[in-house]
């Protein structure tokens, strides 16, 4: 019945209030106008709920449920995607070119440092090998029978010189052969998986064509990008909550490092969060969601966020207090400072002890009369 009263009065005072209004106000004025008839329209219809309140003698006390405010700790946190990346994730390429004459391994494989993946042909450096073997060792002889001459003071110095200039080219030409043949087997930089071969025996490898993918996932992390923002609230060492929807896993770990360099593209800066993984479960390019707490207040005023409502005047809820002996909603404007979880924390408007309205605060009007469950 109050509402229907009050309905039906409102329109009749702002169309009392439309037939006032001077035509020849320019739009300031009239914005002014409005405001101040806004204000005591407000007013009008504060004091007709007041009357109507009154009048009633036989109202029916509306049940709600009540809480009585006390301090607790209030956690803010923000939330982005991250991409999972391993250090010891990359492709195997030869570092010499030849004909591929055996692949070692098997995809899924576990190889260890410096086992062979593959072999490519050497016969023409093994030829050129040889050929030089065959002249060290003539030129070897020839040294040391220069030599000898030499420490008899027989023959000159220039000859002595030049058997030792041929020996030491011969040798040094005879290591860089060998060292290129070592190049031709394909051996595992460290520990770890075969996860890919891309190439077959027979096929042509250089260093410019992937041979094989090997991968260590033992350890991994997880970057991601964090508005510019918040900078100042964001530090290495801070706790990261991370989950993966895929694989429904859950880990805490702190933040290894924050970029240095704000991205100018999106205006971020990227963090990243190093992560154990025994078990392997954490593969690249997963995706994961990271929730970073940016804000903690171990004793503040914290309320549901939902038993918050707004109007003209700015955020507000229902508190239970005692009027006349009776108990009534009240009407308490509250300074919000931020809200997570479904939770508001609160900057004033409340003191500790408040009986707050949260369930029925729906129903409910200021003065309205109240019955506690």
Same mark, same amino acid.
């Given at each position: 019945?109050?509402?229907?009263?009050?309905?039906?009065? =409102?329109?009749?005072?702002?169309?009392?209030?439309?037939?006032?209004?001077?035509?020849?106000? #320019?739009?300031? @004025?009239?914005?002014?106008?409005?405001?101040?008839?806004?204000?005591?329209?407000?007013?009008?219809?504060?004091?007709?709920?007041?009357?109507?309140?009154?009048?009633?003698?036989?109202?029916?006390?509306?049940?709600?449920?009540?809480?009585?405010?006390?301090?607790?700790?209030?956690?803010?946190?923000?939330?982005?995607?991250?991409?999972?990346?391993?250090?010891?994730?990359?492709?195997?390429?030869?570092?010499?070119?030849?004909?591929?004459?055996?692949?070692?391994?098997?995809?899924?494989?576990?190889?260890?440092?410096?086992?062979? =993946?593959?072999?490519?042909?050497?016969?023409?450096?093994?030829?050129?090998?040889?050929?030089?073997?065959?002249?060290?060792?003539?030129?070897?002889?020839?040294?040391?029978?220069?030599?000898?001459?030499?420490?008899?003071?027989?023959?000159?110095?220039?000859?002595?010189?030049?058997?030792?200039?041929?020996?030491?080219?011969?040798?040094?030409?005879?290591?860089?052969?060998?060292?290129?043949?070592?190049?031709?087997?394909?051996?595992?930089?460290?520990?770890?998986?075969?996860?890919?071969?891309?190439?077959?025996?027979?096929?042509?490898?250089?260093?410019?064509?992937?041979?094989?993918?090997?991968?260590?996932?033992?350890?991994?992390?997880?970057?991601?990008?964090?508005?510019?923002?918040?900078?100042?609230?964001?530090?290495?060492?801070?706790?990261?909550?991370?989950?993966?929807?895929? =694989?429904?896993?859950?880990?805490?770990?702190?933040?290894?490092?924050?970029?240095?360099?704000?991205?100018?593209?999106?205006?971020?800066?990227?963090?990243?969060?190093?992560?154990?993984?025994?078990?392997?479960?954490?593969?690249?390019?997963?995706?994961?969601?990271?929730?970073?707490?940016?804000?903690?207040?171990? @004793?503040?005023?914290?309320?549901?966020?939902?038993?918050?409502?707004?109007?003209? #005047?700015?955020?507000?809820?229902?508190?239970?207090?005692?009027?006349?002996?009776?108990?009534?909603?009240?009407?308490?404007?509250?300074?919000?400072?931020?809200?997570?979880?479904?939770?508001?924390?609160?900057?004033?408007?409340?003191?500790?002890?408040?009986?707050?309205?949260?369930?029925?605060?729906?129903?409910?009007?200021?003065?309205?009369?109240?019955?506690?469950?």
């Amino acid at each position: 019945m109050k509402k229907l009263i009050i309905a039906g009065i =409102i329109p009749l005072l702002f169309a009392c209030s439309a037939k006032n209004a001077d035509e020849n106000l #320019d739009k300031a @004025e009239l914005l002014k106008k409005y405001k101040s008839e806004l204000k005591v329209l407000k007013q009008k219809i504060s004091k007709l709920e007041t009357e109507v309140n009154k009048s009633t003698t036989k109202e029916i006390a509306l049940n709600v449920s009540v809480e009585k405010l006390n301090v607790s700790k209030f956690e803010h946190y923000i939330q982005i995607t991250g991409n999972v990346e391993a250090d010891k994730n990359i492709t195997v390429q030869p570092e010499t070119s030849g004909n591929i004459i055996s692949i070692d391994v098997k995809e899924g494989q576990y190889v260890k440092k410096d086992d062979v =993946i593959a072999k490519l042909n050497t016969l023409q450096l093994q030829s050129q090998i040889d050929e030089l073997k065959t002249k060290l060792a003539l030129s070897k002889t020839l040294f040391e029978r220069q030599e000898r001459l030499w420490n008899q003071k027989i023959g000159s110095e220039v000859e002595y010189l030049t058997a030792k200039s041929n020996m030491e080219s011969l040798e040094n030409n005879l290591s860089a052969l060998e060292a290129q043949k070592d190049l031709a087997i394909v051996r595992a930089p460290f520990n770890g998986i075969i996860d890919e071969i891309h190439q077959k025996k027979g096929e042509l490898a250089s260093p410019s064509v992937p041979l094989a993918q090997l991968v260590n996932i033992n350890k991994v992390y997880v970057e991601g990008d964090v508005s510019e923002s918040f900078l100042n609230s964001i530090k290495a060492g801070e706790k990261a909550q991370l989950n993966f929807p895929a =694989i429904n896993y859950n880990v805490d770990a702190p933040i290894y490092r924050t970029s240095n360099v704000i991205d100018p593209a999106n205006r971020s800066f990227k963090v990243r969060i190093n992560l154990n993984n025994p078990k392997q479960l954490i593969k690249p390019n997963l995706i994961s969601i990271i929730k970073i707490r940016d804000f903690v207040q171990e @004793e503040a005023i914290v309320v549901p966020s939902i038993i918050i409502k707004k109007d003209f #005047d700015g955020n507000y809820l229902y508190v239970a207090t005692e009027q006349n002996k009776k108990m009534v909603a009240k009407k308490v404007y509250v300074d919000v400072s931020k809200t997570y979880n479904n939770l508001s924390m609160l900057k004033s408007g409340l003191k500790l002890g408040d009986l707050i309205i949260t369930e029925g605060f729906s129903q409910v009007v200021n003065g309205t009369l109240i019955s506690i469950k």
